[in-house]
């Protein structure tokens, strides 16, 4: 072998070491492509392809209709890491859909569905715009039985960032046991039921390490914006984090549209800088642990603002516990400011937020409600018009499998209530609650009612 051979022969070697590593190919969608033209790039585009949509409408209101929970799209990507990558002016439309007895989109097109049951592959969507579906992007892969509706894990990675959706008839995204990391960056979105879903709600989830980042997105909707689902078993992974940041969302009515952030079960979630308007409950979490942080969000014209809930019944219980809420600003608030609500709702710091409420005359309406245990509400700031400030409170969760619940070892440290207008008094204490500490900001001299026993009042005179 001469030299000029073995050189040639050792490059092959090394070339074969390093897994003989394509470049990635751009794949280009032009005006004038049917989709079934453009499902045929997908299919023979290799891992780590770019699919470019270059100006122009796509139409792809010939595929099929189908419920939202189906493990269809108009076009499907299967088994491969892409991304799929508009150009300005590029825009893709599906067709209206059925319509069913709740008034959102029962069946329909969804626009792109992936399909990784593997979990080891990651789809990108950027610049994209859609509009006129009943499901924007779907990565919820299942049994398809809707009588025993089972997800199962699907993908690595998921990122959909600067996309347009709009006249979207029941969700725009929604993401199901991805096994590594979801980023929901900087999208518009303009939906008639829900923005974002991520749904993690298996006992058996076990992801990577990896992130739920959904920060700076625009959302206008009739049900919900964003909805985080893990299971009450298990919780949200030691090994995740969970980010909800900086995103702008609109409900319709402050009675009727139903969340405008929900969270259930988890822990590590940071939810900060979000602003919400119009929505019945602005930031709802149903089961938080440690770790868990509420700042620095601009809350306004809600029914409820920021819902903290612990729920113990015959179906189970999930716990909240140990979650941070602190420096963010309510203002026209209908019915309550702050709940801490549940049997298992103790030990959390609700601190040096400010709440203006907007409730009228209505008796049992305030500013920081609580019914659970050990939870301290220090430094923050009631006014408005509301029935009272704050309620020490008791609930009969009975109707819902529970038990009646009453407020015990609160402690209310140096809270503002000298803008209040106090038609009741501005701290009630229910009959029921017991041997809590409330102390006011002494200055003040605010009113309270006490109906419960070994209650410990001090810089508070009587109503």
Not at 11 to 26: E, I, N, R
Not at 64 to 74: C, I, K, Q, V, W
Not at 165 to 181: A, Y
Not at 352 to 363: C, D, F, K, P, T
């Amino acid at each position: 072998m001469n030299r000029v051979s073995g050189m040639l022969w050792i490059l092959l070697v090394v070339f074969l070491a390093a897994g003989s590593v394509l470049p990635a190919k751009t794949w280009n969608v032009r005006s004038g492509m049917t989709r079934a033209d453009i499902q045929q790039i997908v299919d023979r585009a290799d891992d780590h392809d770019r699919i470019q949509f270059h100006r122009g409408e796509y139409d792809f209101s010939d595929a099929p209709f189908a419920l939202p929970t189906e493990d269809t799209g108009a076009i499907i990507i299967r088994d491969k890491s892409l991304t799929l990558r508009g150009l300005p002016g590029a825009v893709i439309i599906g067709a209206p859909s059925e319509v069913g007895p709740d008034g959102y989109g029962s069946r329909g097109i969804t626009a792109f569905f992936v399909n990784n049951p593997a979990g080891d592959k990651s789809v990108t969507f950027e610049n994209l715009e859609l509009r006129s579906f009943l499901v924007g992007i779907l990565t919820c892969h299942s049994n398809q039985e809707p009588a025993n509706y089972i997800v199962y894990a699907n993908l690595d990675n998921l990122t959909v960032s600067r996309c347009t959706f709009s006249d979207i008839h029941r969700t725009v995204i929604s993401t199901c046991m991805v096994q590594g990391s979801v980023f929901l960056n900087d999208n518009i979105i303009d939906c008639l039921r829900l923005g974002i879903v991520v749904k993690n709600d298996s006992a058996d989830f076990d992801p990577r390490e990896g992130v739920v980042q959904i920060k700076g997105n625009r959302i206008v909707h009739h049900r919900g914006g964003i909805y985080v689902l893990y299971h009450r078993s298990s919780y949200q992974p030691q090994n995740t984090l969970l980010e909800i940041d900086g995103n702008d969302i609109d409900g319709q009515s402050s009675f009727a549209s139903g969340f405008g952030i929900y969270l259930a079960c988890c822990r590590r979630a940071l939810v900060r800088a979000n602003t919400v308007r119009l929505t019945n409950t602005a930031i709802d979490l149903h089961g938080a642990l440690a770790g868990t942080i509420v700042e620095r969000n601009t809350l306004q014209n809600c029914y409820w603002g920021i819902h903290l809930y612990g729920f113990k019944g015959i179906g189970g219980q999930f716990e909240t516990s140990q979650v941070l809420v602190a420096n963010n600003e309510l203002t026209g608030m209908t019915e309550y400011g702050i709940v801490a609500g549940g049997e298992v709702c103790f030990d959390n710091r609700i601190m040096e937020n400010r709440i203006v409420m907007a409730s009228g005359n209505r008796y049992y309406a305030g500013g920081l409600v609580t019914e659970g245990h050990g939870n301290l509400f220090s430094a923050n700031e009631v006014s408005g018009v509301a029935g009272h400030a704050c309620i020490i409170s008791t609930f009969d969760y009975h109707d819902y499998g529970g038990s009646l619940v009453s407020a015990y070892d609160e402690t209310f440290l140096d809270n503002r209530v000298s803008g209040l207008a106090a038609l009741q008094g501005h701290y009630l204490l229910v009959s029921g609650t017991h041997d809590n500490r409330v102390m006011g900001w002494c200055p003040e001299q605010a009113t309270y009612i006490d109906y419960g026993v070994g209650n410990l009042l001090a810089c508070l005179v009587p109503y």
